[in-house]
């Protein structure tokens, strides 16, 4: 009895420690092979051979991929890298093996777009996913959305734009603001307001809160940019008036040209700088601004940024 | 005759209950709540597709490594125990046997798979606080899986009605992989002229098609299911069940048991 206890005692503890140096050494393999497994994952490119090997259970697969494709880019991007090129294939394989995977669409091709470091930087591809997407799914207006997004924002494209918001417009399930972006964006209108509506669009057709929080960031920094470029325009005609600049903003308050003290989205009031510049008191605090900031200031941006 | 072939059923089922089988629940719930909780947070707009996705995929080929590895082992474990001779002693026939260990086992995975079902529609109400009506089709989905379990517990009889049990796991899950790939098959047969035309159609008509019976990607999106291809699966299940089980009491009959 004494003996059958010892050993069980010894074997519980020789049980823990090989399981406690297990996983110290797999810890120990991770950190040299950093992102090994997303680079395993692209052995097999082709997703012909994959749903082969899947046997047909391909969607839970194209979900393991597109999975992969979120977690590659947000590690790229966590590390400010500015290497994607993952990327591309993997929302590929994701998307031929489930083209009916909307997210994938949807969101990488905006993983797809942007210039560096918020996105991969190529357009190009992104506008072949979503072209993909959409000859798979022609009834969903998002695709449309997104491309003509791409056309507008990548490209300044605004014939692209115009015809992929119109043909997402006659679609019988649409988005009401559809036929409004096609208008503004034949006419070449406002760029501010175009912009503002885009993702006023972005944060009313989604539920995602990260991307309703990301479409709040660009409002807010779009705000911040109109703004300021007001508030320099009258500071230039001030000074042109009257041949000085304004000793603060509450002497274009006193000309009647603003109410009150102009604040940004996060409540604290423009500073008027020695030069005449606009700058927001606290510039890392608003996500996206390219204007209001300090000189050779870069725009401040998100650690993960997912756009529309 | 009916209440011998239940006989032989309740007490494959309740073998089965004994063997542990209904312990991969364990495991299934494990898998399913993991991925709906994990899910949302490393993926992007996918919760819902997983749990359809993951669940059903989970359902079917725990249920088919259960088909196979009791399956394999229903006649040759009862000749091993001798227990056979005591059953077969008594008024029951050899093909009442093969039968009502079929049903045994079919009744079991039935039994697993509405556990199963249970947990998958818990994780769907977990990740979308509601259910919509898209969620229906996952019930024909999973009674799809269902006969997909009746043709791989056929087959896994078949096999072990005269051959060995690792030979006849191995029969079987080759049978279910080709049988998965039935549509390449098919494809392959269309291009191929002659004699190997021929011959590739057959085997493509002779291999249970079990990529019919797959809609979990399309009701992970809300597709409907026709109902002609639900009706014609069930007609197909059925017949291709009765096939292999009449094939493995043909030979049961036959097999010298002394």
């Not at chain 1, 120990?28 to 994959?50: E, F, G, H, M, N």
């Not at chain 1, 041949?243 to 409540?267: H, N, Q, V, Y």
């Not at chain 2, 899910?39 to 995929?57: A, C, P, Y």
């Not at chain 2, 690792?166 to 047969?189: C, K, N, Q, Y």
Request: proline share 4%; glycine share 8%.
């Amino acid at each position: 009895m004494k003996t059958t206890r010892r050993v069980n005692w010894i074997a519980g503890a020789v049980l823990l420690l090989s399981l406690a140096g297990a996983v110290g050494a797999l810890h120990a393999v991770d950190r040299i092979r950093q992102d090994a497994t997303l680079q395993d994952t692209l052995y097999i490119r082709s997703s012909k051979t994959l749903r082969r090997l899947s046997l047909g259970y391909t969607g839970l697969l194209a979900d393991i991929y597109w999975t992969r494709a979120v977690q590659y880019f947000g590690f790229q991007h966590h590390n400010d890298s500015r290497d994607f090129r993952l990327l591309a294939p993997l929302l590929e394989v994701a998307t031929e093996l489930d083209p009916k995977l909307l997210p994938a669409y949807q969101f990488g091709a905006n993983f797809l777009a942007p210039k560096p470091p918020n996105g991969a930087g190529k357009p190009d591809e992104a506008l072949a996913l979503i072209r993909f997407g959409i000859e798979h799914n022609p009834d969903q207006w998002r695709l449309y959305y997104n491309l003509g997004f791409i056309y507008y924002t990548e490209f300044k494209d605004y014939a692209g734009a115009t015809d992929a918001f119109a043909r997402g417009a006659k679609l019988p399930v649409t988005n009401e603001m559809m036929p409004v972006l096609a208008a503004r964006m034949a006419q070449h209108a406002g760029e501010f307001e175009t912009a503002r509506m885009l993702w006023l669009t972005t944060y009313q057709s989604t539920k995602e809160p990260a991307i309703r929080q990301n479409a709040v960031q660009h409002l807010q920094a779009l705000q911040v940019d109109e703004d300021v470029t007001r508030l320099e325009e009258l500071v230039a005609k001030y000074r042109q008036l009257s041949g000085k600049l304004p000793a603060g903003l509450s002497d274009l308050e006193r000309a009647g040209w603003i109410r009150g003290t102009p604040m940004d989205p996060t409540g604290r009031p423009y500073r008027l700088m020695s030069d005449g510049r606009i700058e927001v008191d606290d510039p890392d605090r608003i996500l996206f601004i390219t204007k209001g900031l300090p000189p050779g200031m870069r725009s401040p941006q998100p650690k993960v940024a997912a756009r529309n | 005759m009916k209440s011998r072939i239940a006989s032989v059923a309740f007490n494959t089922f309740r073998e089965a209950v004994r063997d542990r089988v209904l312990y991969n629940l364990i495991a299934f719930a494990l898998l399913l709540s993991g991925a709906a909780i994990l899910v949302g947070q490393i993926s992007i707009d996918i919760e819902r597709l997983v749990v359809v996705n993951l669940g059903l995929t989970a359902v079917s080929l725990f249920g088919v490594v259960i088909a196979i590895f009791i399956g394999i082992g229903l006649v040759s474990k009862e000749i091993e125990k001798r227990t056979l001779y005591t059953v077969l002693s008594r008024p029951v026939r050899r093909w009442e046997f093969v039968v009502g260990k079929f049903f045994g086992l079919t009744g079991t995975l039935v039994v697993n798979t509405f556990f199963m079902a249970i947990g998958v529609f818990l994780a769907l109400l977990y990740v979308a606080h509601k259910f919509e009506a898209m969620d229906a089709w996952v019930l024909v989905a999973l009674y799809f899986i269902v006969l997909q379990f009746l043709i791989v517990c056929a087959l896994a009889l078949f096999f072990s009605s005269f051959s060995t049990p690792l030979m006849s796991a191995v029969f079987t899950f080759a049978l279910f992989m080709i049988g998965s790939l039935s549509e390449d098959l098919r494809g392959f047969a269309s291009i191929t002229r002659g004699i190997g035309g021929w011959l590739a159609t057959a085997v493509a008509y002779l291999v249970p098609n079990f990529s019919a019976l797959n809609v979990i990607n399309r009701v992970a999106h809300g597709d409907a299911v026709p109902g002609r291809l639900i009706l014609y699966n069930s007609i197909y299940a059925l017949l291709y069940s009765a096939m292999a089980i009449s094939g493995a009491v043909l030979i049961f009959q036959r097999r010298n048991l002394k």
